[in-house]
T-cell receptor
Framework: DTGVSQNPRHKITKRGQNVTFRCDPI?????LYWYRQTLGQGPEFLTY????????KSRLLSDRFSAERPKGSFSTLEIQRTEQGDSAMYLC????????????FGSGTQLSVL | GDSVTQMEGPVTLSEEAFLTINCTYT??????LFWYVQYPGEGLQLLLK?????DKGSNKGFEATYRKETTSFHLEKGSVQVSDSAVYFC????????????FGAGTTVTVRA
């Protein structure tokens, strides 16, 4: 069990570019969550998966955002045509099932849009 | 919808001082309550939890009691150490929201030697 892994740790991009982040959950965890955290705020829910099925997308997730979990293992979060307001820490978490008390977080990907 | 309000920081304390971080919540159902901690450069970690009224969660000398009558889950530690310096997040999950976590804004705690 190596924990939840996120790559890259940091990403600097220019406004208008596309970026993709990857999350590798703990092996055999069914649920995978994406959160976004801005400076001075707590994590905000973006979307989550039960195996490969995306169960819900937050209203925070505009059409420029898309997340996939094609084989029910790793997940990717893509942001198209990035804006400065997208600058944030993007957190991934996984769990066995619905029990949030067993949610394990990765260290996050820090995105800076210039 | 569900929401969590926690005490604003930052909080700066001396070693061995008493720490309290207030947290209140609003929920449509009967939520489970959590405290998460984020040490510098690390991911969020579950510190403690409570799943029903009057339950006390405890870990690493920290405690919090689920108070349904006041919708609160205040975090306390009797004698802090420099290693407790971190950001602390109060959170809840609710069956009506499929157990997704809702977080407070976080409280930054700095403990000086």
């Amino acid at each position: 069990d190596t924990g939840v892994s996120q790559n890259p740790r940091h990403k600097i991009t220019k406004r208008g570019q596309n970026v993709t982040f990857r999350c590798d959950p703990i092996s055999e965890h069914n649920r995978l969550y994406w959160y976004r955290q801005t400076l001075g705020q707590g994590p905000e829910f973006l979307t989550y998966f039960q195996n490969e099925a995306q169960l819900e997308k937050s209203r925070l997730l505009s059409d420029r955002f898309s997340a996939e979990r094609p084989k029910g293992s790793f997940s990717t979060l893509e942001i198209q045509r990035t804006e400065q307001g997208d600058s944030a820490m993007y957190l991934c978490a996984s769990s066995w099932d619905r029990g949030s008390e067993k949610l394990f977080f990765g260290s996050g990907t820090q995105l800076s849009v210039l | 919808g569900d929401s969590v309000t926690q005490m604003e920081g930052p909080v700066t304390l001396s070693e061995e001082a008493f720490l309290t971080i207030n947290c209140t919540y609003t929920a449509t159902g009967y939520p489970s309550l959590f405290w998460y901690v984020q040490y510098p450069g690390e991911g969020l970690q579950l510190l403690l939890k409570a799943t029903k009224a009057d339950d006390k969660g405890s870990n690493k000398g920290f405690e919090a009691t689920y108070r349904k009558e006041t919708t609160s889950f205040h975090l306390e530690k009797g004698s802090v150490q420099v290693s407790d310096s971190a950001v602390y997040f109060c959170a809840l999950s609710d069956r009506s929201n499929d157990y997704k976590l809702s977080f407070g804004a976080g409280t930054t705690v700095t403990v000086r030697a």
